[in-house]
Structure formats: C-alpha cells, structure tokens
C-alpha cells in the first residue's frame, strides 16, 4: 500500500522504496544512501522542517546497517503535523550515509551517536567524532556481532 509521501516522490521521478505503515500508521520509506542528501533536502522544501529524531540500528548479525530519520511537518494551526520515517540502510563493511546535518541541525548529536555506538560514517558531518565512548575505544559497541574487549562470561555460577 502507497501513502501520500510515497505517491508524491513517484510522481516527481524520485527514487525510493514504500516500506507500508508503523503501527501509529506513520508512512514508512526507504532512501537508497546515494539518493538521501537530495531527497533530504526535497523533503525539507516540501514541509518537513523538523527532525524529531535519528538512531540506528544494526538490521542482522553481518548484514545491514540502518539509519532511520523520523520527519514531521510542522505548520501553524495544525494539530495533526504529518510525520513520515525515513529508513537508509549501508553496508557494515564500510558504511556511508550522508549527513543531513547541513539540512537540519539537530541531526548533529544524534548522527554522532550513531556513529559512535554503529560506526556508521556520515559524510560531511562537521564534527563527526566519538561522543558516548573514549576516543581510544576500539569498536562499534550496539552491533550485533561485538565483543567487548576483556570480556569474561561466569559460566556455571550456581
């Protein structure tokens, strides 16, 4: 099932992938990551002025990684804002994303986080550095496939 958003984008020739609705039937899409900082920008033309928030998320041990930005169009007088999620999935291998901090400054923290805890690298973020961990840190520690360094499981406690 298309949504709005999703017709709107086909009718001007953009490229994206319809991911149908979340349970508060928020529409949800995918962007390919070489296509997010233009549509990005699109987006925030046509109303979408606010950036409620950005995470990541790691999809499945080796596979994917996902950065999910949630949108909401913010107008005067409306009591229903539109609100759409954004899905960008990378390689773990090397994982790229354009920032969208030039688009919406609160993107700056959040897109931070996500690099530090997933090691997803946002291109022309202007202080794309550790915030969480020490810089020292060796890893991305929220990926699925992470072993924390001097790591000892009990086995057998009783």
């Known amino acids: 099932m298309q949504g709005h958003l999703s017709a709107w984008l086909v009718k001007h020739g953009l490229v994206h992938r319809s991911l149908g609705f979340d349970y508060q039937g928020i529409e949800t899409l995918q962007i390919k990551p070489e ?8 987006l925030y033309v046509y109303g979408y002025n606010y950036l409620r928030s950005q995470c ?22 409306i009591d229903q804002p539109e609100e759409v999620c954004i899905k960008v999935f990378a390689p773990r291998r090397n994982p790229r994303i354009p920032s969208v901090f030039w688009v919406w400054k609160s993107a700056d923290f959040q897109e931070r986080e996500s690099y530090d805890m997933l090691g997803i690298s946002y291109n022309n973020h202007p202080r794309l550095k550790r915030i969480l961990m020490p810089e020292s840190w060796i890893g991305w520690p929220l990926r699925k496939d992470y072993i924390a360094p001097n790591f000892y499981e009990l086995q057998d406690a009783h």
């Open 35 to 42: 296509d997010w900082h233009s549509i990005a920008v699109i």
């Open 56 to 77: 990541a998320y790691d999809v499945a041990p080796g596979g994917l990684l996902a950065s999910v930005y949630h949108l909401t169009r913010i107008e005067y007088g």
